[in-house]
């Protein structure tokens, strides 16, 4: 399942305990590993420019999304 979503030389660099904390998180959150991947990488990259999410507006847009991806995600896993 994983070397289908991801690059074979990303699967190559996770160890097996890694693996399966991806597999729990993806079942869990009924989400694909692009998906976890465009959310981490998105969140890590506020952190590291804070000052870019410090007006308003982009605070609400922000947490508009983060519910927004919530409530899609619930969704989706309620009608599996």
């Not at 506020?46 to 507006?57: D, G, K, Q, R, V």
């Not at 991806?69 to 309620?78: A, D, I, N, T, V």
């Amino acid at each position: 399942m994983l070397t289908q979503e991801l690059a074979p030389e990303i699967v190559q660099e996770i160890d097996c305990e890694t693996q399966r904390y991806l597999s729990e998180i993806l079942v869990q959150e009924n989400i694909t590993a692009g998906e976890l991947i465009r959310g981490l990488i998105r969140d890590r990259w506020i952190m590291l420019n804070p000052s870019l999410c410090a007006s308003p507006t982009l605070r609400r847009l922000n947490s508009k999304q983060i519910i927004a991806e919530f409530l899609h995600r619930k969704c989706r896993s309620q009608h599996y």
